[in-house]
């Protein structure tokens, strides 16, 4: 029987926000294709992030490392950057996945939100997301399969009250894709983007009711609850080689609750 390579083998993959549900579940899919994975999170996470990369090397075929990484920070997104080199020799795609979320607190009406609200929100979501192509660009681009996948969210299309600062942000995320796409097209870097339905984890469950969440899954067209493996195959094929002609897109999963 003829043996098929991976299209993961030999390359290397900057992930970040590996401590969550959904990057955790990145990083396993990744390093069982094959790939070399830098995996980044918050340095307060660093225990957590390097038993994750651990875990996964164990289990192969590919290889993980971690590296601390505050996607606020240029220093340490030039470290993780660096670390794929040192480590791995190349940088071929990234995936950002890091956002702030989670710790946003209860759903509140947009005017009850403060200017220290939109600010970290935007600077976590937006501004680090840029921070980290910024710092791959070059190595993306003597790759010459260079890709980028930044993960959006459906809300920018649902609208989610109570979110209006995380909503506006993830709209930005799309737009970023886009731009990029078209500056850094020229260097053979794809860039495009994920949005992910409502998952069902325990970021999500600390934000939301099971009464909501029942809803989100009521209303799907393939009605059942969302989990983190239902994005790896879309991320994993926008950021390997075979996509080399799709950019600027951005491609909605979340069992058919929207259709765009």
């Known amino acids: 029987m003829t043996q098929y390579a991976s299209p993961y083998t030999d390359r290397t993959v900057l992930l970040t926000g590996v401590c969550g549900d959904i990057g955790a579940t990145y990083l396993s899919a990744f390093v069982a294709a094959g790939a070399n994975v830098v995996a980044t999170d918050l340095p307060a996470l660093s225990e957590a992030g390097k038993?994750?990369?651990?875990?996964?090397?164990?289990?192969?075929?590919?290889?993980?490392?971690?590296?601390?990484?505050?996607?606020?920070?240029?220093?340490?997104?030039?470290?993780?950057?660096?670390?794929?080199?040192k480590e791995f020799g190349q940088l071929d795609s990234i995936v950002n996945n890091a956002a702030i979320y989670r710790t946003l607190g209860g759903k509140r009406p947009l005017v009850e939100l403060t200017q220290a609200d939109w600010d970290l929100v935007l600077r976590v979501n937006v501004i680090g997301s840029w921070q980290v192509i910024k710092a791959a660009a070059p190595y993306l681009a003597v790759s010459g399969q260079g890709r980028i996948v930044n993960i959006a969210s459906v809300v920018s299309r649902t609208g989610a009250p109570g979110f209006a600062h995380y909503v506006a942000s993830k709209a930005a995320v799309e737009g970023l894709t886009r731009s990029a796409a078209r500056e850094l097209g020229v260097d053979g870097i794809t860039v495009n983007s994920v949005s992910p339905g409502l998952v069902d984890d325990a970021a999500t469950r600390e934000l939301n009711t099971d009464a909501y969440l029942k809803t989100a899954a009521a209303s799907r067209a393939i009605p059942r609850a969302m989990v983190p493996e239902d994005l790896v195959g879309a991320v994993m094929w926008l950021a390997g080689p075979q996509s080399g002609f799709v950019t600027g897109q951005n491609l909605v999963v979340d069992g058919g609750g929207v259709f765009v």
Do not use: M
């Not at 875990?55 to 670390?83: K, L, M, S, W, Y």
């Open 51 to 85: 038993e994750l990369a651990i875990n996964a090397t164990r289990n192969g075929p590919g290889r993980a490392v971690f590296a601390d990484c505050d996607i606020t920070d240029e220093t340490g997104v030039q470290h993780a950057v660096d670390t794929a080199i």
